[in-house]
């Protein structure tokens, strides 16, 4: 049950952009090279709907990764006209691009896991 003064349109409204930004992508509307596979793990939209912060998963090597969010940053104006087409709102929220290093993290620790697994099995 929703507190008093707590809303669902900023997730309503993260919704909306993960929808019309992934779309952008698989349709190819991001013409930067540098922009390649790239997968949308979590859109966070400020209480204000001012700012929206999109955590991405692009595919390749580190430096490929980097290169993917420094390139969706520069799509970011013509991205937010694209979302403005599609709310409601008054306010269409600036787009920042960050890279969710999340699915990384999970990786390692999977591998230390199967490294101590080993060790005990080996023991």
């Known amino acids: 049950m929703p507190t008093k003064g707590s809303s ?16 952008a992508l698989l349709r190819g509307d991001v013409r930067d090279p540098r922009v390649g596979l790239v997968t949308i793990s ?3 939209v400020t209480r204000d709907l001012g700012h ?8 390749g ?20 006209r694209m979302v403005a087409q599609t ?8 787009l920042h691009f960050e890279l969710d ?5 999970a990786q390692q620790i ?3 896991l199967n490294e101590i697994k080993r060790e005990d099995g080996a023991a």
């Open 8 to 23: 669902r349109r900023p997730e309503q409204v993260a919704e909306s952009i993960r929808a019309t930004v992934a779309e």
């Open 101 to 105: 290093r999340g699915f990384e993290y």
């Open 87 to 94: 709310l409601t709102t008054r306010i269409v929220p600036e």
């Open 61 to 80: 090597t580190m430096e490929e990764k980097e290169a993917a969010v420094v390139g969706l940053q520069s799509a970011a104006g013509y991205l937010r």
């Open 110 to 112: 999977n591998k230390l």
């Open 42 to 44: 979590l859109v966070e």
């Open 52 to 59: 929206a912060t999109i955590r991405v998963v692009p595919h």
